[in-house]
């Protein structure tokens, strides 16, 4: 049986590249956590990266840190998973 996870998985869209580099950049910085991010093979603008920060009710740093890039980024979602219950 292997261990479980606590992690966030953060949803959002940007059409600008630079952007995102530097929301993931930032979510590192700020929280000091392994970021990986996962892009979408559909829609080349959504994008979802999960912050692995096992402490629970960060949802709202966590999305003020994505939402501080400005009006370029929209469609912010912020899940807490915990897989070890």
């Known amino acids: 049986m292997t261990a479980g996870i606590k992690l966030y998985r953060v949803y959002y869209s940007t059409y600008s590249d630079d952007v995102h580099r530097s929301i993931?950049?930032?979510l590192k910085k700020k929280f000091g956590a392994e970021v990986r991010d996962h892009g979408s093979r559909?829609?080349?603008e959504f994008r979802f990266?999960?912050?692995l920060l096992g402490e629970?009710?960060?949802e709202?740093?966590?999305e003020?840190?994505?939402?501080?890039?400005?009006d370029s980024v929209?469609?912010?979602k912020?899940?807490?998973v915990d897989t070890t219950r």
Not at 64 to 70: A, E, I, L, P, Y
């Open 64 to 70: 003020q840190v994505v939402k501080s890039r400005g």
């Open 49 to 51: 990266v999960e912050v």
């Open 42 to 44: 559909v829609v080349r």
């Open 78 to 80: 912020v899940e807490w």
């Open 24 to 26: 993931v950049e930032e």
């Open 56 to 58: 629970p009710g960060r």
């Open 74 to 76: 929209f469609g912010v």
């Open 60 to 62: 709202a740093e966590i």
